[in-house]
Structures are given as C-alpha cells and as structure tokens.
C-alpha cells in the first residue's frame, strides 16, 4: 500500500486547508486511514482518523470542531478539511493507513503504512 499526501501551505491564523492522501495498491474500504502530525521538536501524534469497521470519524480533542475527516473510497482518496487553523497547528502532516483495533486509532505504531508527509505552516 502506498499513500501520497497533498495541500499543505502557508496560510494565515483563521484560514483553511484541506490535506489530500490518495491510497494506491490498497483500498480505502481495507483499511483505517488517518492523519497525524509533526511539530519540529515535537513527538508525532494523533489528528484524525476513519475507522474502516464502524464508519466513524475520530479526533484528538485539540482538533474537534475545526477539522473534518472524509473518505471518497471511488477517488480511494481520504481527506482533511482543516478550518479556523491555529499557528499551533504548524507541522507536517502525514496520513498513514493500518488495521488498528478500536482502542488503538490514535497509537502511531498501529498504522504500518505511511505516506511522506506534507507541510503545514500557519502564521500569526
């Protein structure tokens, strides 16, 4: 499974973005898909992700209410709308495709495809 990831930018505090990760050699039906970040410095961590088995749409507590994840499984395409962005939302991002269980979506050791990651730069 290969995933490539897209949309990152500069963008002014308040504005929006939204992430691309076309999935190749897989399906997004098969597998989790989801977004995590890297802030320099910083330990990657947990954004969003689609849980393949239930349909349903996680988030790390930060993000809620301003970014949105979505799957187009006929592009195998899965996306992250990012609105009213946060210079604290400066990293790169990268989406990342497994089979985790339920309590492990957000562990980055549960996704063992990854993609190469895209920059996101939000300025004050």
């Known amino acids: 499974v290969q995933l490539q990831a897209s949309g990152g930018g500069l963008v002014q505090a308040g504005g929006s973005l939204r992430l691309s990760c076309a999935v190749s050699g897989g399906s997004t039906r098969s597998y989790t898909v989801g977004w995590f970040r890297q802030a320099p410095g910083k330990e990657r961590e947990f954004v969003a992700t689609?849980?393949?088995?239930?349909?349903?749409?996680y988030y790390t507590d930060s993000v809620k209410g301003r970014f949105t994840i979505s799957r187009d499984n006929r592009e195998n395409t899965v996306y992250l709308q990012m609105n009213s962005l946060k210079p604290e939302d400066t990293a790169v991002y990268y989406c990342?495709?497994?089979?985790?269980?339920?309590?492990?979506?957000?562990?980055?050791?549960?996704?063992?495809?990854w993609g190469q990651g895209t920059l996101v730069t939000v300025s004050s």
């Open positions: 990342a495709a497994g089979r985790p269980i339920l309590s492990s979506l957000s562990r980055v050791n549960a996704y063992n495809h």
């Open positions: 689609f849980n393949r088995n239930n349909n349903n749409a």
